[in-house]
């Protein structure tokens, strides 16, 4: 199957700095990549679907100048956490697809923890 | 406002048992249904269903899914310890909204 990996799988950082997470698929070009959140045993929550050369689409309730995303080409998207807090903390991982293939091929996702 | 539902949240069963998982779902716009296995952290693609009534396959593993009653079941067969996981299922409706999860935990 295709191969998306994610970067860093685990980050700590301080109160009110910005972490960035990188996505790439390395096997095909995604043309859509989605970045979802998920808290400790709760399901995958969509954050936003970013797009190739188009700015991303935020999911109702996120914040977009709080979660940047980047999807400057057609392997690699990337999501920035500005001024992160605690409350920021989660479990992000992001997912692409094939062209038209439904199939969500996801990366091993990034643990974000803010002191 | 599209909702998919997952029955039951958690169970415990033991190597050799069968298990069987509940979708449920509401949605505007269905595309596909999707069924992934999450273990340690990144969700691993199971099963794509679009058709009603065609089973799907892989090893111990099936599913399928009704469309007129909007609702999929996935069906593990002699359960082993390796089939602990949380099994997430997903409705593509241009979006994918995944519902809460099914914890399965096979004890030896």
């Known amino acids: 199957g295709a191969v998306v990996s994610q970067h860093p799988s685990r980050v700590i950082c301080k109160s009110g700095t910005s972490v960035k997470i990188e996505c790439r698929s390395l096997?095909?070009?995604?043309?859509?990549m989605f970045w979802y959140r998920q808290f400790p045993k709760q399901s995958l929550m969509l954050m936003a679907t970013?797009?190739?050369?188009?700015?991303?689409?935020?999911e109702q309730g996120v914040e977009k100048d709080k979660f940047l995303i980047n999807h400057a080409s057609l392997t690699l998207s990337t999501l920035t956490v500005t001024s992160a807090h605690p409350e920021d903390s989660s479990f992000y991982i992001c997912s692409a697809t094939q062209g038209s293939n439904e199939k969500l091929f996801f990366g091993s996702g990034t643990q974000l923890s803010v002191l | 406002e599209d909702k998919v539902v997952q029955s039951p949240l958690s169970l415990v069963v033991h190597e050799g048992d069968t298990v069987t998982l509940n979708c449920s779902y509401e949605?505007?716009?269905?595309?596909?249904l999707l069924w992934y296995k999450q273990e340690k952290k990144a969700p691993t693609f199971l099963f794509m269903l679009t058709s009603s009534g065609i089973e799907k396959k892989s090893g111990r593993l099936s599913s399928i899914l009704d469309k007129k009653e909007l609702f999929s079941i996935l069906n593990i067969t002699a359960t082993q310890t390796g089939d602990s996981a949380v099994y997430l299922c997903a409705v593509n409706d241009y979006k994918l909204s995944f519902g809460a999860g099914t914890t399965v935990t096979v004890r030896a």
């Open positions: 970013s797009n190739e050369g188009s700015k991303a689409t935020y």
């Open positions: 949605v505007t716009n269905f595309r596909s």
């Open positions: 096997d095909f070009q995604a043309t859509t």
